[in-house]
């Protein structure tokens, strides 16, 4: 898509009205396509505010069916919908509402295979949305995201603890490196609890959700100036804290691979 058409500036004109989106930023949202992982709490919203801002490629990968339990915070599904496969609801539901979206689904359990077959697909680098519960798929998920280069935009949250970063592994932006998941949560790093064993208010876990969405967005338009900070909410006292991530120079995952920095890289380990 080269143009926007006379429905488009009407749909979308608040948000070109931010003086640093405008028709360049939201030509950027439609044309830039997305891949959300996990489409339960976090990627419910995150696939609806994508949807809804007008990304029109979306590729959504869960191997779940909606269940009673999961009503009270995965707003697109529906009591009817129990025991369908989530990401199946999901397209449907979101391509009723926006019509001119493509949405491709992957109803199994994220693998290196899948994601190597399914990321050649596009034509343009897709941005990576982590929504997922487990640690395994996360660390899954950051390896990928570093081996094909991709921006990563990573949430989770369990009990009153959510957190948010995004990673541009491209370096298509200039900010120095800061590691990647691995970096922060080593593989041997005890499995933590996840909602399903913590719980979960519906409400923060929209919170960090939509703090997803819009790091995506804001990285799709090129204003996102915040790459590589961990930002963290507790739920309780609604704080928000925040700290720049490092790289361990021990990581398993992000120090073997080439990054465009070069120079820095090899200061690094010289
Ligand atoms: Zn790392």
Known sequence: MNSLSSLDYIQYSRTMLLGDIGEAGQLAIMNSPVVIIGVGGLGNVVAHYLAAAGVQQILLIDHDVVELSNLPRQLLFRASDIGQAKVNIAKSALSDAYPQINIDVLAQPITSAHFNQLVKRFTVKPVVFDCTDNVSARQLINQLCVQHQLTLVSGAISAYQGQLFCIDFSHSHSHSYSGCYCCLYPLDTPIMQNCTQAGVFGPAVGIIASMQALVG??????????????????????????????????????????FTDHQERSNDTN
Not at 240 to 251: F, V
């Open 217 to 258: 967005l804001q990285h799709i338009c090129n204003t996102f100036t915040k790459y590589g900070v961990l930002h963290r909410f507790n739920a309780q006292d609604l704080r928000w804290q925040y700290a720049n991530m490092s790289q361990d120079p021990q990581c398993e995952v992000c120090h073997q691979y080439p």
